[in-house]
């Protein structure tokens, strides 16, 4: 069974920043995508970063020069860096892993940025 953790959601300040942990356990033979989405109430969830296995990265325009997506491959776990952040990123932030053909999701880590 896989199973997904993240930590690192907080409330901060407009202008602050956060760390956001995920790290996956049980049996995942090969991992092609990490990523991150979030979610606001009433909005559909979104994505805001991925990293593939090549290393290569995307964020959302929205993010983008702020965020930083990374990850530790022997760990199996994925970080995001969230620097400069705006209370439009106020939301519940899921980690996502693609083992194809299956997709697991974390339980989702709040994040409250004030104003």
């Known amino acids: 069974q896989v199973q997904l953790v993240e930590s690192g959601g907080g409330l901060v300040q407009a202008g602050g920043s956060l760390r956001l942990s995920c790290a996956a356990s049980?049996?995942?033979?090969?991992?092609?995508?990490m990523g991150w989405y979030r979610q606001t109430p009433g909005k559909q969830r979104e994505l805001v970063a991925a990293?593939?296995?090549?290393?290569?990265?995307n964020y959302a325009d929205s993010v983008k020069g702020r965020f930083t997506i990374s990850r530790d491959i022997a760990k199996k776990t994925v970080y995001l860096q969230m620097n400069s952040l705006k209370p439009e990123d106020t939301a519940v932030y899921y980690c996502?892993?693609?083992?194809?053909?299956?997709?697991?999701w974390g339980q989702g880590t709040q994040v409250t940025v004030s104003s």
């Open positions: 996502k892993v693609v083992s194809a053909p299956y997709n697991y």
């Open positions: 990293i593939i296995t090549s290393g290569t990265t």
């Open positions: 049980g049996s995942i033979a090969w991992i092609n995508v």
